[in-house]
């Protein structure tokens, strides 16, 4: 949950700005700007500039947390007891000689990923490609 809410974040802080390009957040999610903005309370990044009224740290946050939880229970269902990393996160290697014929002898996976980028065992996650 707190990967997918680290990238629904930083959408609804920085959307305005940046506009729907996920790779970008991505980018910016591995500068750790979770760490800067929360120190700086009086950013204007705290305020969207595409609405009228003027947003809080606690708006922002909790756009976030509903847009996380909307994911989630379009991608692992509606019981979050049910919901885990190594289900929304697959390796899958795939052989580069491999051709539709040989797809199937050559490559491998899915296998479940037990970590992310800041953990033992890591598997780097990009939302924008959905792998």
């Known amino acids: 949950m707190f ?12 959307g305005d700005e940046l506009g729907d390009d996920l790779a970008l957040y991505e980018n910016i999610k591995l500068l750790g700007v979770e760490d800067v903005i929360l120190d700086r309370l009086d ?10 009224q003027r947003e809080s740290l606690r708006q922002i946050l909790q756009r ?3 847009r996380t939880v909307r994911f989630l229970q379009r991608r692992l269902g509606r019981d979050p007891s049910g919901w885990s990393w190594q289900k929304l996160h697959r390796y899958v290697f795939r052989h580069p000689g491999a051709s539709p014929l040989t797809a199937c002898l050559l490559n ?8 992310d980028r800041n953990t033992v065992n890591l598997g780097g996650y990009l939302p924008s490609r959905d792998n």
């Open 3 to 14: 990967e997918v809410f680290l990238t629904e974040w930083t959408r609804e802080l920085l």
């Open 43 to 52: 950013s204007t990044h705290w305020d969207r500039k595409d609405t009228p």
């Open 64 to 66: 976030a947390l509903i």
């Open 108 to 115: 491998r996976g899915p296998y479940p990923a037990s970590g």
